[in-house]
């Protein structure tokens, strides 16, 4: 079994949802937030989530992963220098993304898509599975952006279609298109891990000849009737004139990994060639649905 890699930073609570989600984008198998200082919580209000006024945030990576580079990718999407108090500690063997699977169970999204571990098959009749074990990246459904991104699958009519995942972390919505019904899927990622996890899982869920697997630079010309971005939002305003290029003219797309405040501004970087709709929130995440309107 490999070593693992644990990263801990201390924050304010309003930087802590990012840091989560910024470090699942990375990779990480796992993250927790806890009290970095002694700071009581009373009980949250309902749809109310409440942080510690200083965050500890605590992610799991393989021990593979190169620590300067994890550093530098915070400080750049953060655009400070907020790991100068990043503490990285090498643990010993031990399993913990069986450990974690153990909790893992089927999820249902939208009106007939299942996330399961493998052999955890649901007993619905309706039900169009995908088999997902957490390996070496992001994406099992169990964060509220792919939640987000998965329902909205599922409501759209893939028959036939091509559809676009930008930043696919482990395949899992360009696999969830697949399944059901989309004709082709393209899977774009930065992260070589990412794409040789998003390969794995195509294949474990008998898709993999209808996936096309591509780093940024090697993206193809071909466009999309169908685009979905789940990844943060700098990323999503400095891509959206590239974004806008890889779709067909009336082409429906959903971005995620987008918080509250955040939406507004992303919303504007897409305004020149799409009409958006009313985004669907979960938690503090919001999801923006938008169609392309110009060729």
Same mark, same amino acid.
């Given at each position: 079994?490999?070593? /693992?890699?644990?990263?801990?930073?201390?924050?304010?609570?309003?930087?802590?949802?990012?840091?989560?989600?910024?470090?699942?984008?990375?990779?990480?198998?796992?993250?927790?937030?806890?009290?970095?200082?002694?700071?009581?919580?009373?009980?949250?209000?309902?749809?109310?989530?409440?942080?510690?006024?200083?965050?500890?945030?605590?992610?799991?990576?393989?021990?593979?992963?190169?620590?300067?580079?994890?550093?530098?990718?915070?400080?750049?999407?953060?655009?400070?220098?907020?790991?100068?108090?990043?503490?990285?500690?090498?643990?010993?063997?031990?399993? /913990?993304?069986?450990?974690?699977?153990?909790?893992?169970?089927?999820?249902?999204?939208?009106?007939?898509?299942?996330?399961?571990?493998?052999?955890?098959?649901?007993?619905?009749?309706?039900?169009?599975?995908?088999?997902?074990?957490?390996?070496?990246?992001?994406?099992?459904?169990?964060?509220?952006?792919?939640?987000?991104?998965?329902? /909205?699958?599922?409501?759209?009519?893939?028959?036939?279609?091509?559809?676009?995942?930008?930043?696919?972390?482990?395949?899992?919505?360009?696999?969830?298109?697949?399944?059901?019904?989309?004709?082709?899927?393209?899977?774009?990622?930065?992260?070589? *891990?990412?794409?040789?996890?998003?390969?794995?899982?195509?294949?474990?869920?008998?898709?993999?000849?209808?996936?096309?697997?591509?780093?940024?630079?090697?993206?193809?010309?071909?466009?999309?009737?169908?685009?979905?971005?789940?990844?943060?939002?700098?990323?999503?305003?400095?891509?959206?004139?590239?974004?806008?290029?890889?779709?067909?003219?009336?082409?429906?797309?959903?971005?995620?990994?987008?918080?509250?405040? *955040?939406?507004?501004?992303?919303?504007?970087?897409?305004?020149?060639?799409?009409?958006?709709?009313?985004?669907?929130?979960?938690?503090? /995440?919001?999801?923006?649905?938008?169609?392309?309107?110009?060729?």
């Amino acid at each position: 079994m490999p070593s /693992w890699l644990q990263l801990s930073i201390e924050t304010d609570a309003s930087k802590a949802p990012l840091l989560e989600i910024l470090f699942e984008a990375l990779g990480a198998l796992s993250v927790t937030l806890g009290d970095a200082g002694d700071q009581p919580l009373l009980e949250p209000k309902p749809g109310e989530e409440k942080l510690w006024q200083n965050t500890r945030v605590t992610a799991l990576f393989e021990g593979t992963h190169d620590t300067d580079q994890l550093r530098a990718e915070i400080n750049r999407t953060l655009k400070e220098e907020i790991t100068r108090n990043l503490q990285v500690e090498r643990l010993e063997d031990r399993a /913990w993304e069986r450990a974690w699977l153990d909790q893992f169970r089927p999820m249902k999204f939208g009106r007939r898509l299942w996330v399961c571990p493998d052999g955890q098959l649901p007993d619905d009749p309706e039900a169009v599975v995908v088999e997902l074990d957490p390996g070496l990246a992001f994406g099992t459904g169990t964060h509220p952006t792919t939640a987000l991104c998965l329902a /909205w699958l599922d409501g759209q009519n893939l028959k036939g279609k091509t559809i676009i995942d930008y930043g696919c972390g482990s395949g899992i919505l360009a696999i969830a298109a697949l399944r059901l019904g989309a004709a082709a899927a393209i899977a774009i990622d930065y992260d070589p *891990q990412a794409l040789q996890a998003t390969k794995d899982n195509a294949q474990k869920n008998s898709v993999a000849d209808r996936l096309s697997i591509h780093l940024p630079e090697d993206t193809p010309e071909a466009q999309a009737d169908l685009l979905i971005a789940n990844i943060l939002a700098g990323p999503l305003i400095e891509l959206a004139p590239q974004l806008g290029t890889l779709m067909k003219p009336n082409t429906p797309f959903a971005l995620s990994g987008i918080l509250q405040e *955040q939406a507004a501004m992303v919303s504007q970087a897409y305004a020149s060639f799409a009409t958006m709709d009313s985004p669907q929130q979960k938690e503090e /995440w919001m999801l923006l649905r938008g169609r392309k309107t110009i060729a």
